[in-house]
């Protein structure tokens, strides 16, 4: 269907959540001389405010002489903010609005009906069953998931199921490309590939700081230098959100029943403290 390489030129993409990874997700395809138009779409904040940030995020890379003013503005141009009404025309959607099932489901319900029957439709899901998503749709969903900042980290897993089609994966890896990422093909299963293997180790650098082992700079250090990681556990639990570090591993607990991904009382704790790293000022660290 979108094998023809002048389609792939012409993709109009719509982004569907105005959040951190919405706003970047919409950023990175703005970047893309591939990609004709991006629509953001309505998230926790208004789609005004979403183009604002990624407006931002853009000035910041001018200021760093990282990016020339015209190119930014140019990418910024690209950007369309508005209802999602007048996303009726777009080939691709990826939807990066909260994690929850229900949320979701309601906005691709309202896809549905107003994007035509071609468009691609896709979920940034960190960890919710893409099949589960899906239930009641009638077109294929599929799995589209970048990590966080989105901008600068090269992967992206492309998550399938028995009955994806064929040309639906291979488009999803080919505009993965277009962007500048590396999309890896996995099959549908909880936590997918990298969660599967990061969020157990957040997990268990929280007990560790809970047991009283080291402290909060002590483990990361730990981890940096003695694993070579870019930064340690703990901070990244507060980059990615704690709050979804939680939910992640609730899913991947709920769909295994395996206790090694019960979630530390402390992090459940932090979560109804609203201490949810970055985003809200406080995590292991303050912000
Ligand atoms: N947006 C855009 N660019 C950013 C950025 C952001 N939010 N944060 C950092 N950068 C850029 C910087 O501008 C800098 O660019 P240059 O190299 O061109 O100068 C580069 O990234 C490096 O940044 P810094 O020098 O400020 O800091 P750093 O070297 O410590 O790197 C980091 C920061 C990229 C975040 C690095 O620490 C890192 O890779 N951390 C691990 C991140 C990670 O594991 N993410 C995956 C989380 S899991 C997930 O997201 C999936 C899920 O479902 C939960």
Known sequence: MFDNREEVRAVKVAVIGTGTLGTTIAQVFSQCDRIGRVYICKGRQSSREGKEIVARALDILVDRKKMERQAADGYLEK????????AADVDFVIEAVAEDLDIKRMVFKGLESICKKECIFATNTS???????????????????????????KLVEVIISATT???????VVSIAKDIGKTPIVVKEAPGFVVNRVLIPMINEAISIYAEGIASVEDIDIAMKLGANQPMGPLALGDLIGLDVVLAILNVMLRETGDNRYLPQPMLKKMVRERKLGRKTGEGFYKY
Request: charged content about 20%; overall charge negative.
């Open 79 to 86: 950007i369309y903010d508005g209802d999602l009404d007048n």
């Open 165 to 171: 089609p064929p040309g639906i994966t291979e488009f």
């Open 127 to 153: 960890s919710l069953p893409i099949k589960e998503i899906a239930d009641g749709m009638k077109r294929p969903l599929i799995g589209m998931h970048f990590f966080n900042p989105a901008p600068v980290m």
